[in-house]
């Protein structure tokens, strides 16, 4: 059977899969101060970020219309997937639903499942990665969503912001508390709850321990470490994520660990300097 996976742009794509039939990236806009700004190829993180970091108000974004779902899904693939950002976080879980109802109302019978990360970023990469070994090892489509749903249940995203801003201008940091912060340069760890909202886990003092704090928590909430491979995802640090890697190397065993560059939304979420994790 072929098989075709869509991952909105908040997720991150493997260099391999960037040419490859069996994926496609649906794009989100971001807006920074009234630009519009597509969420594809053409991302320019550092243009993005000089932006960001100019403007007073809080970036925002936009999720791909039910339409472009709808397009992406009419193909000639016996089973296609798609891996959107959290419901709780945005409308693309929604839009994706709708396109796929849209799609079976003109050509009933096919077989699409949308699956909600309730993670982002290398969250939704793994989760894809999860239905390619699935595809590729030849389970049914019943199968294969039964598995992929319950690698979601059990997957954890984590990350560190080195910049505060963003949460300062989107009211889930006041200014005051962003300003003490900010001198005691204090870095919340964040994480996902089982839901897909995002809570504070920890916080230190410096984004070294801050890194400290966050694979502490990584290595206590991963069940089972050895079958599991590792997503790191950088916003303009890489040598910062090689050094999380190495420590998490150092205090668990696990399959593999993979690093990438966070893409726009990602960049979005975690600001200039911030580092995400999924297992």
Same mark, same amino acid.
């Given at each position: 059977?072929?098989?075709? #996976?869509?991952?909105?742009?908040?997720?991150?794509?493997?260099?391999?899969?960037?040419?490859?039939?069996? !994926?496609?990236?649906?794009?989100?806009?971001?807006?920074?101060?009234?630009?519009? #700004?597509?969420?594809?190829?053409?991302?320019?993180?550092?243009? !993005?970020?000089?932006?960001?970091?100019?403007?007073?108000?809080?970036?925002? $974004?936009?999720?791909?219309?039910?339409?472009? %779902?709808?397009?992406? !899904?009419?193909?000639?693939?016996?089973?296609? %997937?798609?891996?959107?950002?959290?419901?709780?976080?945005?409308?693309? %879980?929604?839009?994706?639903?709708?396109?796929?109802?849209?799609?079976?109302? &003109?050509?009933?019978?096919?077989?699409?499942?949308?699956?909600?990360?309730?993670?982002?970023?290398?969250?939704?990469?793994?989760?894809?990665?999860? #239905?390619?070994?699935?595809? &590729?090892?030849?389970?049914?489509? &019943?199968?294969?969503?039964? +598995?992929?749903?319950? %690698?979601?249940?059990?997957?954890?995203? !984590?990350?560190?912001?080195?910049?505060?801003?963003? /949460?300062?201008?989107?009211?889930? *940091?006041?200014?005051?508390?962003? /300003?003490?912060?900010?001198?005691?340069?204090?870095?919340?760890?964040?994480? $996902?709850?089982?839901?897909? $909202? #995002? =809570?504070? /886990?920890?916080?230190?003092?410096?984004?070294?321990?801050?890194?400290?704090?966050?694979?502490?928590?990584?290595?206590?909430? +991963?069940?089972?470490?050895?079958?599991?491979? /590792?997503?790191?995802?950088? =916003?303009?640090?890489?040598?910062?994520?090689? *050094?999380?890697?190495?420590?998490?190397?150092?205090?668990?065993?696990?399959?593999?660990?993979?690093?990438?560059?966070?893409?726009?939304?990602?960049?979005?979420?975690?600001?200039?300097?911030?580092?995400?994790?999924?297992?």
């Amino acid at each position: 059977m072929s098989y075709k #996976i869509i991952i909105d742009s908040c997720g991150e794509l493997l260099e391999e899969w960037k040419n490859n039939e069996h !994926f496609e990236s649906v794009a989100l806009t971001l807006n920074v101060g009234g630009e519009n #700004i597509i969420d594809d190829e053409t991302f320019d993180q550092a243009d !993005f970020l000089k932006k960001v970091a100019a403007c007073p108000e809080c970036p925002k $974004s936009a999720c791909p219309s039910p339409e472009r %779902y709808m397009r992406a !899904f009419d193909c000639e693939a016996d089973h296609i %997937y798609a891996v959107t950002l959290s419901a709780e976080l945005s409308g693309s %879980y929604n839009s994706a639903v709708l396109g796929s109802n849209l799609l079976n109302e &003109e050509k009933p019978g096919r077989q699409i499942h949308v699956f909600n990360s309730r993670s982002a970023s290398v969250g939704q990469t793994l989760i894809a990665m999860k #239905i390619q070994e699935c595809e &590729e090892a030849g389970y049914s489509f &019943e199968k294969v969503i039964e +598995t992929v749903d319950a %690698y979601i249940a059990g997957q954890h995203t !984590f990350f560190v912001l080195d910049n505060l801003e963003t /949460l300062r201008k989107n009211g889930r *940091l006041s200014k005051a508390k962003a /300003l003490v912060a900010s001198a005691l340069k204090i870095k919340p760890v964040m994480g $996902s709850t089982d839901e897909g $909202s #995002i =809570c504070q /886990l920890d916080q230190a003092r410096g984004m070294n321990k801050a890194l400290v704090k966050m694979a502490e928590q990584i290595v206590a909430k +991963t069940q089972n470490s050895e079958t599991k491979t /590792l997503a790191i995802s950088h =916003c303009n640090c890489h040598e910062r994520a090689v *050094l999380l890697r190495n420590a998490l190397q150092e205090r668990m065993n696990v399959k593999d660990i993979v690093i990438l560059d966070t893409a726009g939304v990602s960049s979005m979420y975690a600001n200039d300097g911030g580092v995400i994790v999924a297992v």
